[in-house]
C-alpha cells in the first residue's frame, strides 16, 4: 500500500567520519530514514552508536563527510565522500586496465606490436574516455553538494522575499488604483488618507521583506540539548536566552519580542516572572523547558531532541514528555527523539530506528517493534528494560549482543531489506529467510 504521507526530512547516504590521526572513526556510517510530516521518530541505541552525532549533523553542527539530508524536498546537508569514493574506484579501474594492456603490448614482438599498434591506441582511449566521464560526472556531483550545503539558506531567504513580495504586490495595485480614482476626483481629503495608508503599507512591506531577508532554513529545525544546564548561558536571562532566536532573526521591536517570549513561557508551563531570571536560579526540569522554549520560539517545523530527558528525574521525565507531546499537538511539531530507554521511545514515538556502530540495524514502528523484535542487537536492547514486577525480574533473561558470533558475514554482506511492510532489518539473504521463520513462530505462539 502505497503511503501518501508528506516526507518532511529525508537523510540518505548519511556518513559522519572523524580522523584521530592515522586512523578514522566511523561514527555515522551510511545511514538512511524518512521522517513524516506530523510524526514522532525514535533513534535508539547504547551510549557511542552515532545517534547523537546523527542529529548534529542533521543540524548542521558538524558538516558531513559523506550522504545528502533534504528537508521540505531541499538539500540541506551534502557530503562528498560517495563521489569521491566513485573517482578513487574508477581511477583503480583504469590503472588496472592500464597495466594489463601494458604487460600484453610487453610480451609481444616489435612486429605485433607495430601491426596492434592503432588496437591497442584504441583501448587505451576507450578506457581512458570511460574513467574520465566517471570523474568528470562526479566532479559536478561535488560542484553541486558544495553549492547545495553553502547556499541553501541563502536559496531559501530569496524564496521567502518573493513570498513578501506576491503578498504585496496586489495590495500596493490595488491602493495605488484607489489614488488614482481619488486624484481624478479632486477628493483631497480622500487622498490623504489613501497616502498614509500607502505610507503605512510600504513600512510594512519593507520591515517584513527585510525579516525575510535575514531568514534561513535552518530556523525550520531546532534542538533540544541533552544537558539542561550546560546548553543554557549562565550569564544571560531567560528573557534573553528564549529571545535570541527572534533577535538574530533580525526582529526589532522589543513589545513583539516580549509577548512572543511570555508565551513559549506560558506554552512550557512557567510564568512571566521567570523571564529576568537566570539558569542557576531554576531545577533541572524548568531549565529544559526553558531550552523548549528557546526551541520552538521561531515556530519550527522540525525538532530535534537529543536525549532531552536523560538528566532529569523519573518524576521530572514523564512531565516533560507529556509536554513535548502537547506541544506537537498544539503547534503541529514534528520529532527526532534520541534516547537509549526503548521504554520510553515506546511510548513517544510512532516509529523507531535502532542504531548500533554508526548503522541503522533495524526500523519499524512502535508496535511492530516490540511485537516482532528480530536482530540481535534489537533483542539485546529490549532485555535491558526492567519492569516493576519482582517475579518477572528473577526470571527476566538479559540477551548479550556479540556482533562476531551473531552473524556470519564472510560470504555475503548485510544490506537493509523489508520482510514486512515498513519493518526493515540489516541481514544478508541467509539471516532474511531466518527471520522470516521467526516471525511465523512468534505469530503462532502468540495465536495459540
Known amino acids: 500500500m502505497e503511503d501518501n504521507r508528506k516526507v518532511l526530512l529525508k537523510v540518505e547516504h548519511l556518513s559522519q567520519h572523524f580522523k584521530l590521526g592515522k586512523h578514522v572513526l566511523r561514527a555515522v556510517d551510511d545511514v538512511n530514514f524518512e521522517i513524516y510530516k506530523g510524526e514522532v521518530f525514535g533513534l535508539v541505541g547504547e551510549s557511542g552508536c552515532g545517534k547523537t552525532t546523527t542529529g548534529r549533523t542533521i543540524i548542521r553542527l558538524y558538516d558531513a563527510t559523506g550522504g545528502s539530508v533534504y528537508f521540505d524536498d531541499k538539500r540541506i546537508v551534502a557530503g562528498t565522500l560517495e563521489y569521491k569514493t566513485a573517482i578513487k574506484m574508477a581511477k583503480a ?42 570523474k568528470n560526472e562526479n566532479i559536478e556531483k561535488i560542484k553541486l553538494a558544495r553549492y547545495d550545503h553553502r547556499n541553501c539558506n541563502k536559496e531559501f531567504a530569496k524564496f521567502e522575499v518573493q513570498k513578501v513580495v506576491d503578498k504585496y504586490n496586489p495590495l500596493f495595485e490595488d491602493l495605488n488604483g484607489k489614488i488614482e480614482a481619488a486624484k481624478a476626483s479632486n477628493n483631497d481629503a480622500e487622498l490623504a488618507e489613501l497616502n498614509n495608508q500607502l505610507d503605512t503599507l510600504t513600512k510594512k512591506f519593507k520591515e517584513e521583506k527585510r525579516i525575510a531577508s535575514k531568514d534561513r ?20 536571562t531567560v528573557r534573553d536566552i528564549i529571545a535570541e532566536g527572534l533577535i538574530i532573526r533580525g526582529i526589532r521591536d522589543k513589545k513583539y519580542i516580549d509577548e512572543r517570549v511570555y508565551k513559549m513561557l506560558e506554552l512550557v508551563g512557567l510564568v512571566q516572572e521567570h523571564a529576568t531570571r537566570y539558569p542557576h536560579e531554576f531545577s533541572g526540569g524548568q531549565r529544559q523547558r526553558i531550552g523548549i522554549a528557546r526551541s520552538i520560539i521561531l515556530e519550527p517545523e522540525l525538532i530535534i531532541a537529543d536525549e532531552p530527558i536523560s538528566a532529569l528525574d523519573v518524576s521530572i521525565q514523564a512531565q516533560v514528555i507529556n509536554l513535548l507531546n502537547q506541544l506537537r499537538e498544539k503547534m503541529g511539531l514534528t520529532i527526532l527523539f534520541i534516547a537509549h530507554d526503548l521504554s520510553v521511545v515506546k511510548y513517544f514515538s510512532d516509529r523507531i530506528a535502532v542504531m548500533y556502530f554508526g548503522h541503522i540495524v533495524e526500523m519499524t514502528t512502535s508496535d511492530e517493534l516490540f511485537k516482532h523484535p528480530l536482530h540481535p542487537y534489537t533483542k539485546s536492547l529490549l532485555s535491558a528494560i526492567p519492569l516493576p514486577d519482582p517475579h518477572y525480574e528473577k526470571k527476566r533473561k538479559r540477551i548479550t549482543y556479540n556482533p562476531l558470533s551473531a552473524h556470519d558475514y564472510s560470504k555475503e554482506g548485510p544490506t537493509m531489506r523489508e520482510i514486512l511492510p515498513g519493518h526493515f532489518i540489516l541481514c544478508n539473504s541467509e539471516e532474511f529467510e531466518k527471520y522470516k521463520e521467526e516471525i511465523k513462530e512468534l505469530d503462532s505462539k502468540k495465536n495459540a
Open 217 to 236: 532554513i535552518m530556523n525550520k529545525i531546532q534542538m533540544i540539548f541533552q544537558d539542561p544546564i550546560a546548553s543554557l548561558d549562565p550569564r544571560m
Open 93 to 134: 579501474k583504469f590503472d588496472a586496465a592500464n597495466d594489463a594492456l601494458n604487460k600484453e603490448m610487453k610480451a609481444l614482438s616489435p612486429e605485433e606490436k607495430s601491426a596492434r599498434a592503432n588496437e591497442f591506441n584504441e583501448k587505451k582511449k576507450a578506457i581512458a574516455d570511460e574513467f574520465n566521464a566517471v
